[in-house]
């Protein structure tokens, strides 16, 4: 049974910082591109970044540069490092795991939601 449980969400200031935690399990950990979604009210989910098995990554425009994503092949768990948050950061953030890539395809986590007061 795959299982994606994200946390680490909450309520923070505009300029704060936040770390996203995702833990797996029942998938081949090292073999997935493993990637972090939002989806704010009213707005079509979207990628925020991506990690392959070989710790390459990508990120959405509107977060380079203030927000990093990891993984720890070890704990077959992914991390989103937050920093610098907006409030159009505000979305619920969803766990992705996927072993050929592809968007908006493969295992989800139930997401977690993510608060930035201005």
């Known amino acids: 049974q795959v299982q994606l449980v994200e946390s680490g969400g909450g309520l923070v200031q505009a300029g704060g910082s936040l770390r996203l935690s995702c833990a797996t399990s029942?998938?081949?950990?090292?073999?997935?591109?493993m990637g972090w979604y939002r989806q704010a009210v009213g707005k079509q989910r979207e990628l925020v970044a991506t990690?392959?098995?070989?710790?390459?990554?990508n990120y959405a425009d509107s977060v380079k540069g203030r927000f990093t994503i990891s993984r720890d092949n070890s704990k077959n768990t992914v991390y989103l490092q937050m920093n610098s948050l907006k409030p159009e950061d505000t979305a619920v953030y969803y766990c992705n795991a996927d072993m050929w890539g592809r968007t908006n395809q493969g295992s989800w986590g139930q997401g977690t939601q993510v608060t930035v007061s201005s």
């Open positions: 029942g998938i081949i950990f090292s073999l997935n591109v």
């Open positions: 990690i392959t098995p070989g710790g390459n990554t």
